[in-house]
């Protein structure tokens, strides 16, 4: 079965840096668009990063811009988010999602990551 797991989350400091990484099982990940999620306490779920399958597309959230970088490495099956300059609204649970933005249809457990001083 299709299998996403996160890991790479922690407590990190305002301004420090943290790499996230989802382990994929049980499809063909490169022939999947693939994204990165989060869900702040009592904040909705909020879409932040893609990866395209193809042309190899990045896109991300406005509120992470500039901070943030997706890759992926197809070899080991393997989704990666480089979270820059950590600011405390960054804090959530981040998710490794198959597909792109609203057409995601399998998520993994998460992994939390906390900016705190």
């Known amino acids: 079965e299709v299998q996403l797991v996160e890991s790479g989350g922690g407590l990190v400091q305002p301004g420090g840096s943290l790499t996230l990484s989802c382990a994929a099982s049980?499809?063909?990940?490169?022939?999947?668009?693939m994204s990165w999620a989060r869900q702040a306490p009592g904040k909705a779920l909020e879409w932040v990063s893609t990866?395209?399958?193809?042309?190899?597309?990045?896109d991300y959230a406005d509120s992470v811009k500039g901070r943030f970088t997706i890759a992926r490495d197809n070899a080991k099956s393997t989704l990666y988010l480089q979270l820059n300059s950590l600011k405390t609204e960054d804090t959530a649970i981040y998710y490794c999602?198959?597909?792109?933005?609203?057409?995601?249809?399998?998520w993994g457990q998460g992994t939390l990551v906390t900016v705190s001083s």
């Open positions: 999602a198959r597909g792109a933005r609203e057409n995601s249809d399998a």
């Open positions: 990866s395209t399958s193809g042309t190899l597309r990045t």
């Open positions: 049980g499809f063909t990940f490169s022939s999947y668009d």
